[in-house]
């Protein structure tokens, strides 16, 4: 099983709404990361966590939180966010550095 | 130090042609580059990846060129076909980097029958 899968694939949330986005993989990888994508550019890294543990935020609003609550999952809480905050949202995981990062198919995340 | 260039940003090539994408880096601790292959409205999926150990690397039509001294490595795309057309985005890591895995800004490939 090589896949990363996220739920939902799509999500319309209000500016005064809490949601969640949530990562699953089950190839044993310790580097788990969010990246935010917006149209036609690269994906912009969030956060990663290695070992259950973050590692690197970079510098991403509070109104972004990450959880990591066990070695396979990974979870994205969203809260008053705003429109520019719509994008693609990615999760990748890794077995360890400069190892092949497997990307779900991200969630398309729109707020209105 | 972080950063990655990559050009073209769009490339137009004929089918069965070469399409070659370029990528330069700064930080000299780099120590793995990986080429993504993105489809509309779905996540980046691994084409190919190289070490500096190594000037070359081949698998099937797609071959990673490095240059450790310029710093600069490359996709080539041989016998280009409609269906590779896709966003190609260069990517850089290095191993005391905490994980972090830095992308360029990405080439829209368009193959052409």
């Known amino acids: 099983d090589t896949e990363v899968t996220q739920t939902p694939k799509h999500l319309v949330m209000g500016m005064t709404n809490k949601k969640s986005l949530k990562c699953e993989q089950h190839m044993g990888h310790r580097a788990m990361y969010w990246y935010k994508q917006k149209a036609k550019k690269p994906p912009e890294l969030m956060f990663v966590y290695s070992y259950e543990k973050l590692s690197i935020n970079e510098s991403v609003p509070s109104r972004f939180s990450p959880e990591c609550p066990n070695s396979s999952l990974l979870n994205l809480h969203l809260h008053a966010l705003q429109p520019e905050d719509s994008a693609l949202y990615l999760c990748?995981?890794?077995?360890?550095?400069?190892?092949?990062?497997?990307f779900g198919q991200g969630t398309r995340l729109t707020v209105v | 130090q972080q950063q990655v260039k990559q050009s073209p940003q769009s490339l137009i090539v004929q089918k069965g042609g070469i399409s070659i994408i370029n990528c330069a880096y700064e930080?000299?601790?780099?120590?793995?580059f990986p080429w993504y292959q993105q489809f509309p409205g779905k996540g980046p999926a691994l084409l190919i990846a190289i070490r500096p150990d190594v000037s070359e690397k081949k698998e099937g039509r797609f071959t990673i060129s490095f240059n450790k001294s310029a710093k600069q490595f490359s996709l080539h795309i041989m016998d280009s076909q409609p269906g590779d057309s896709a966003t190609y985005f260069c990517?850089?890591?290095?191993?005391?980097?905490?994980?972090?895995?830095?992308f360029g800004t990405g080439t829209q490939l368009k193959v052409e029958l």
């Open positions: 990517a850089a890591s290095n191993t005391g980097g905490g994980n972090k895995l830095t």
């Open positions: 990748a995981s890794r077995l360890m550095a400069n190892t092949e990062a497997f």
């Open positions: 930080n000299t601790a780099f120590d793995y």
